[in-house]
Every structure is written in C-alpha cells, then in structure tokens.
C-alpha cells in the first residue's frame, strides 16, 4: 500500500506540473465573462443560464483567488480531486493495477489538461460528481450496513450535479438505466410500474427544488434557466459545423482514447455498463436530440475523457510487458513517435480560418502539411498544431487497430505500438497549448500588444479581432467591442459598423483575417503603429482613424 500511495502521490505531482504553467493564460471570450458575473462589484448584464450551484461554487472561490485568471484554479482543484475519485472507483472495481494506471492516463491526457483549466462548468466539475454518484451506486447495491449511507450519498450527487447544470440528467438516466438492466429478467409489471412513479416523483422533486432555490441563491434565474434550451431545440441542424466541433473534439482526445474502445471486450461492458449508457444518452443528447453546433460543443464533449480513460486502462492493463516481441512493438511505436515528431517542423503554410472550403479542399487532396488552429467560445486562447502531425498519427493508429481486430493475436503488441504515440501526440498538444514552443505563442503577443496599448496615450479605443485579447484590453478600459470576421454574420452591417468607428484594431492573427476578404484589404489601408511576432503568429496594432470607408 505504501508504494502503491507512493506512486498515486507521483501521478498526483504529474498532474500538477502539466497544469498550473496554465493557470496564468488569457481568459477568452465565454471565460472571462465568469469573473464579471461573479464578482459582487461588477455589475453583469450577463446571466449564467444554468442552475446556481456552479455560479455559487465560482463566486466563494472568487474571494479566495481573486476575480480573473486564478478562477482556473477552481477547475483545477476539481480535476485533481477527480484523479484521486477516479483512482478510488478503479480501485475498488478493477484493482489497484488498473487504479494507477486510470490515474496516469487521467493525468497526461491532454483533453483532461484542457478541461482542468477551463473556466466553466463541464470539463472538471460535473465529472466530480459522475464520479461520486458512480462510486455511490456501485456501494448502495452491495447490501451491506453502509448502503443506506451509499444511498444517501447518490442522491446527494445526483441533486447537486442536477444544480450545477440540467445536463447532469445524463448521469442520472444512465444510473437507472443500469438498474433496470441488471434487473430486466425479474422486473414483473407491478414493480416497473412503481420505479416508473419513483422516476416521475424525482423529477417532480427536482423542479420543486430549483423554484426553492430561487430563495436560498437570490442570483439564481429560473426562468432564464429553463428557456436556455430554445437555444438548441432547432429541427434544422448544421450538421457540417457539428462534424467540424466532433473532430476537434476527436483531436483533443488523441487517437489512442477514440480508438481504443473498438478493442473492448464484452466482460469489459459488462463491468463498465452505467459509463456506456452515459456515453450513449450523451453522444444522443448533445449530437442528435439538440442542435449544439451554435454552442461550444467541444467543450461539452468533455465528458467523454472519464470513460474513454477507463476503457483504455483496461485494455492496456492486460498487457504484460514481457517478451521480446512486445519490447519490439513498443520500440517500433517509439520510432514512429520520433519521426512523426519530427514533421512539425517541416515548412506549414497557416490558412485563414474562413473559409472553411479552403481547409476541406487541402485536406481531401492531402496537401496536409499546414497549421491548423484550436480555439473554442470559453478557450482556449488559439494554439497551432501541425496538420500533418495530427493527421498522420490518426491513419498510423488507425491502421494499427484495425490489424488488431482482424487478427485477434496481433491485439497486444498493436497496443504496445500504440501507447508511445499516444504520449507523443498529448504531450505536443500539451506543449503547444501551454507554451507554443513550435507554431507561437498567442498569450505571450496578447500581453505585450496590451501593455503597448496600455501605455500609449493616443490609442483611446480598440475593436478586438476574434476577440483575442478582450479581457485584458478590458481591464485597462480600452476595449470597444470585437470583430468576428465569419461569414455567417452580415457583411454589410459589419462594413457600416466599421465605418462609423473610428480609432485603432487589435489583430492577434490566431487564425489569420481571409487576405481576400474586405477586413484584410481594410487593415492593409490603415497604419501599423506595432508589430510583434511569435512563431507562425503575429500581433499587430492598426490606426484606422484615417483609412478610407469601406465600399462592398
């Protein structure tokens, strides 16, 4: 027990030094938006439309932390509580084998180092009490003299994620469809009917206890909480911007994790069955049942990481690292780990980001060697990662699964193969993500132009491009409003907009502006009174209080 404590305190360490280099990065757009609602001397017009919990749990820790970037400690305590929840649930189920290695792959992953310092709501603090009502679930059916305690504690879980945000119903739906599964063959009509008036007693509990908290948490908007949904509920999906948000969330998770569970064995599903009834009521939920595209989705997804996670351990904890055969696939994958790294720094061209034609053009005729932009509506802060790198780590781990599964003998040493590309392929976008040591640094720019602003009398207001940089032009209260440059939005409004106002621009090009669009040949008529760069990025400031009007 002492080495195995030993070794969770060292995954525990690992954890923490992959994420608190991050803790001090730029609040984008959704996030920075947290501190403003929170903070009791700001006065927001801005609602978070989710039950109160979460903006609870942000405010009391806002008094501790401060009211900006440390916020992201909130869900980075959450992220590291939630190793040690999910080392304890693997513990307990699988064995303490497959308890650390959950904890290591939890750790290193890089989707879980994102959602560990996002400020939000999905990515670390509703997984916190998947996990707790998970634990609780499996304990109440052990029938022993702590079950009613374990009782207690899901429904406290289930309570509690419901007030964090509506979504959490996802947990609960998938707890009681296990139940009724592991009971399918000895559930007369009577009894289902009575589980059936439970379900509706519950849920009537449940909307009783949010128009009670409207008194306890005076903050809390009830009817803006119900009607954030509309949002959603559309009979026309963009299914396009759907598959494009899905991939990155592919991106995020690594190869390793979306692919492993085509290698899952059924004694896996069947000890694992509440987290598939989980994945499935999600991916019906947030892909099919309502339209997210218009949303982060990529940031829902987040709550793909714990199961994925769980799965991959268990197939990679059958591995015994024996054999010489073995050390050969896992050397050969570090080989191929070596070169595929080494593509990134082959020349990328650096697309616009619009329009979107141009990117499924370059990749459908493989003219894969560019760089191609992370960003989301609550972060993070745009990082570049090579296509290329990305790309061909898929179809070499792709290829590798399917030899697994056509030749059932071959399955081991194709994990074996698989597992250094997958440290490889986290690791970079770790890398890129905290530090931009290969394709720039986007937080390092925003603080420099900013404090050139900041310092410069002359420069009184400023439109932020993609809105990178906002929160910091904010706070020195500069800030006019920003500039999206899609195409889904009205040109010629934008052009009239941009016309009446009359100052300076800030363009952290992350992705860059289309050059044969009318914002480019805008910028171009204007002055560059500062430049700066950072690898494939550049900062720019324009005075724009002489160029000509804007003619489409």
Not at 63 to 91: A, C, E, S
Not at 257 to 284: A, E, K, N, Q, S
Not at 426 to 434: A, D, K, P
Not at 480 to 490: A, I, M, V, W
Request: glycine letters at 4%.
């Amino acid at each position: 027990m002492k080495r195995e404590y030993l070794l969770l305190a060292m995954i525990a360490a690992l954890f923490l030094v992959l994420r608190l280099p991050g803790v001090e990065l730029p609040l984008h757009q959704d996030e920075y938006k947290w501190p403003q609602i929170v903070n009791p001397a700001y006065v927001s017009e801005t609602e978070i439309p989710h039950p109160p919990l979460s903006q609870f749990i942000y405010a009391l820790a806002g008094k501790v932390t401060g009211y900006d970037v440390h916020l992201r400690f909130v869900p980075l305590t959450f992220g590291l509580i939630n190793l040690f929840l999910l080392w304890y649930w693997m513990r307990h189920r699988f064995g303490p084998r497959e308890a650390l290695l959950g904890a290591l792959f939890f750790a290193l992953s890089f989707y879980s180092v994102l959602a560990s310092l996002m400020v939000d709501t999905d990515g670390q603090i509703l997984p916190f009490f998947l996990l707790i009502a998970l634990i609780a679930y499996e304990r109440a059916q052990e029938w022993n003299t702590r079950a009613k305690w374990w009782s207690f504690v899901l429904v406290a879980a289930c309570v509690a994620g419901f007030f964090v945000k509506t979504s959490f119903v996802l947990v609960i739906g998938a707890l009681m469809l296990d139940f009724l599964w592991e009971r399918r063959t000895r559930l007369p009509l009577r009894t289902l009917a009575w589980y059936a008036l439970y379900a509706a007693c519950a849920v009537v509990a449940l909307l009783l206890l949010l128009i009670l908290a409207q008194k306890a948490f005076p903050f809390f908007n009830l009817r803006a909480s119900l009607s954030y949904w509309e949002h959603f509920a559309s009979l026309h999906h963009n299914w396009f911007q759907t598959a494009i948000q899905v991939v990155k969330a592919c991106f995020y998770l690594s190869p390793f994790l979306v692919l492993m569970p085509v290698l899952v064995t059924r004694d896996i599903v069947c000890r694992t069955r509440p987290l598939f009834f989980f994945v499935g009521l999600g991916l019906f939920f947030y892909l099919i049942l309502f339209d997210f595209s218009v949303g982060a989705l990529d940031r829902y997804l987040q709550f793909l990481v714990i199961p994925l996670v769980v799965w991959a351990v268990l197939i990679v904890a059958r591995i015994r690292w024996e054999g010489r055969f073995l050390r050969a696939a896992c050397g050969a994958g570090v080989v191929v780990a070596v070169v595929l790294l080494y593509v990134q720094f082959f020349p990328h061209s650096v697309p616009s980001l619009y329009p979107k034609a141009d990117w499924i053009g370059r990749i459908t005729h493989f003219h894969w060697a560019m760089l191609y932009p992370f960003s989301g509506g609550s972060g993070p802060l745009t990082f570049y990662m090579s296509f290329l790198f990305i790309a061909l780590i898929w179809c070499v781990s792709v290829a590798a699964v399917v030899l697994a599964r056509w030749k059932t003998e071959w399955r081991v040493a194709a994990v074996s193969f698989l597992v250094p590309l997958a440290l490889v392929y986290n690791g970079m976008f770790t890398e890129e993500y905290l530090a931009g040591a290969v394709n720039g640094f986007a937080p390092g720019l925003v603080e420099r132009s900013v404090s050139f602003i900041a310092q410069n009398p002359d420069i009184q207001r400023v439109v932020v491009y993609n809105d990178n940089g906002g929160a910091e032009v904010q706070a020195i209260g500069k800030y006019e409003k920003r500039l999206y440059t899609s195409p889904d939005f009205n040109w010629n409004d934008k052009a009239k907009t941009m016309n009446a106002f009359s100052g300076h621009y800030l363009v952290i090009d992350a992705p860059p502006v289309d050059p044969n669009s009318f914002f480019a040949k805008y910028f171009a008529t204007c002055q560059v009174v500062y430049s700066d760069t950072s690898r494939a990025m550049t900062a720019k400031v324009y005075d724009c209080r002489k160029a000509p009007k804007i003619q489409l």
